[in-house]
């Protein structure tokens, strides 16, 4: 790497961590301001506050607006190197353009490699901390779902009336075994837990129905224990329990959902893909601000970072508008996250090929 590569890439990833770290401190008192009053009413010790809450709760942050402040913060020391013409003096050297490319897509790849980091372990790992402090010390009612129906296995079905979240426990529960025109099995119990030691299901007061071409079984009892082939998450119909998980855990959990029918699948998807998606967008957002801020503008900076945040944040809006037409509508999950990337990619090439050399 030579000295003017060593220079570039130094301010790069010097005005990025700069810019992402004021935006975390912006973020944590704000966030603080709001919550104050909930951390003395619930009376949680401040070292817990610290420790337990803002420890986990920077990271997510951190991650999530790693593209967005890659874009700002070339857009920043690009410009300043325009307006002072060392844009000019290090061209007029005979450095090639695309020759510069090296340093800032170098950055690019540290920077990327950090968010696939984040992502894949920090962030589920700090999500996971989260949501149990927050569920330990925030939290004065449970979260239930209800009226569930899930696919146990390719002729067995499990229906659940109301499933408590936090106590891993369901209410009505039924469960039926099909042949090929009639129940031939079904079980039935007032309650279902789930024990977490064990792996294994208990049911309480519990009903079983055994019908044969000759006639029906009936057997009952207070408590059984037994294995399905779902886990409590699958009950709970959380859209955000993936947020918790690795990268390994989201496709093995794909593969079992789909193989159930419980229809939570397109989230799971949806994250895997925005994982990756997040982390290459980093070399569109290095490329399109270096686009934008390498022309010389008598103006300044502010005339750059005008034109660059309403870039940064149209492509915000279309991640947004995209998410929902998966979420809502016929659009394929994979694909509604990657258009804006691939959009925005067309976008960037056009402008570096159109850009002043």
Same mark, same amino acid.
């Given at each position: 790497m030579k000295i003017v590569d060593r220079y570039i890439f130094t301010k790069f990833l010097g005005a990025f961590f700069y810019a992402i770290a004021l935006l975390v401190v912006i973020i944590v008192v704000f966030d603080f301001a709001e919550n104050v009053g909930r951390f003395m009413d619930y009376k949680i010790p401040w070292k817990d506050v610290v420790i337990k809450y803002y420890f986990n709760f920077i990271p997510h942050f951190f991650n999530l607006f790693i593209p967005l402040f890659a874009f700002i913060s070339t857009i920043w020391f690009t410009s300043k190197l325009s307006s002072n013409n060392e844009f000019v003096a290090i061209l007029?050297?005979?450095?090639? +353009?695309?020759?510069?490319?090296?340093? =800032?897509?170098?950055?690019? &790849?540290? #920077?990327?490699? &950090?968010? #696939? /980091?984040?992502? %894949?372990?920090?962030?589920?790992?700090?999500n996971y901390n989260m949501q149990f402090f927050k569920n330990k010390q925030m939290s004065r009612w449970t979260r239930t779902t209800s009226n569930l129906h899930i696919r146990n296995s390719s002729n067995s079905y499990i229906y659940v009336d109301r499933w408590n979240v936090a106590e891993k426990k369901g209410y009505l529960f039924c469960y039926d075994?099909?042949?090929? %025109? +009639?129940?031939? =099995?079904? &079980?039935?119990?007032?309650?279902?837990? =789930? $024990?977490d030691s064990l792996k294994v299901w208990k049911l309480y007061r519990y009903a079983k129905r055994i019908t044969t071409h000759t006639g029906e079984l009936l057997y009952s009892g207070a408590s059984m224990d037994t294995v399905f082939? #779902?886990?409590? &998450? $699958?009950?709970?119909? $959380? $859209?955000?329990?993936?947020?918790?998980?690795? /990268?390994?855990d989201i496709l093995q959990y794909i593969r079992e959902d789909k193989d159930k029918g419980g229809g939570m699948s397109k989230y799971y998807i949806m994250e895997a893909h925005k994982r990756i998606a997040n982390s290459l967008g980093v070399f569109i957002m290095t490329l399109l601000g270096l686009s934008v801020a390498s022309r010389k503008n008598r103006r300044g900076v502010g005339v750059h970072l005008f034109f660059g945040i309403a870039l940064a944040f149209t492509f915000? /809006?279309?991640?947004?508008?995209?998410?929902? +037409?998966?979420? =809502?509508?016929?659009?394929?999950?994979?694909?509604g996250i990657w258009i804006p990337n691939i959009l925005y990619a067309f976008i960037c090439f056009f402008m570096i090929r159109t850009c002043q050399k």
């Amino acid at each position: 790497m030579k000295i003017v590569d060593r220079y570039i890439f130094t301010k790069f990833l010097g005005a990025f961590f700069y810019a992402i770290a004021l935006l975390v401190v912006i973020i944590v008192v704000f966030d603080f301001a709001e919550n104050v009053g909930r951390f003395m009413d619930y009376k949680i010790p401040w070292k817990d506050v610290v420790i337990k809450y803002y420890f986990n709760f920077i990271p997510h942050f951190f991650n999530l607006f790693i593209p967005l402040f890659a874009f700002i913060s070339t857009i920043w020391f690009t410009s300043k190197l325009s307006s002072n013409n060392e844009f000019v003096a290090i061209l007029s050297g005979g450095v090639n +353009f695309y020759r510069m490319l090296v340093p =800032y897509l170098t950055g690019a &790849l540290c #920077i990327a490699l &950090l968010s #696939i /980091f984040m992502s %894949n372990v920090v962030v589920p790992r700090a999500n996971y901390n989260m949501q149990f402090f927050k569920n330990k010390q925030m939290s004065r009612w449970t979260r239930t779902t209800s009226n569930l129906h899930i696919r146990n296995s390719s002729n067995s079905y499990i229906y659940v009336d109301r499933w408590n979240v936090a106590e891993k426990k369901g209410y009505l529960f039924c469960y039926d075994e099909l042949s090929s %025109n +009639f129940v031939k =099995y079904r &079980l039935t119990a007032n309650e279902i837990v =789930y $024990d977490d030691s064990l792996k294994v299901w208990k049911l309480y007061r519990y009903a079983k129905r055994i019908t044969t071409h000759t006639g029906e079984l009936l057997y009952s009892g207070a408590s059984m224990d037994t294995v399905f082939n #779902i886990i409590p &998450l $699958d009950l709970s119909q $959380d $859209d955000k329990a993936c947020e918790v998980m690795t /990268f390994r855990d989201i496709l093995q959990y794909i593969r079992e959902d789909k193989d159930k029918g419980g229809g939570m699948s397109k989230y799971y998807i949806m994250e895997a893909h925005k994982r990756i998606a997040n982390s290459l967008g980093v070399f569109i957002m290095t490329l399109l601000g270096l686009s934008v801020a390498s022309r010389k503008n008598r103006r300044g900076v502010g005339v750059h970072l005008f034109f660059g945040i309403a870039l940064a944040f149209t492509f915000v /809006f279309l991640q947004q508008v995209s998410k929902v +037409f998966s979420v =809502y509508g016929g659009l394929s999950p994979a694909l509604g996250i990657w258009i804006p990337n691939i959009l925005y990619a067309f976008i960037c090439f056009f402008m570096i090929r159109t850009c002043q050399k």
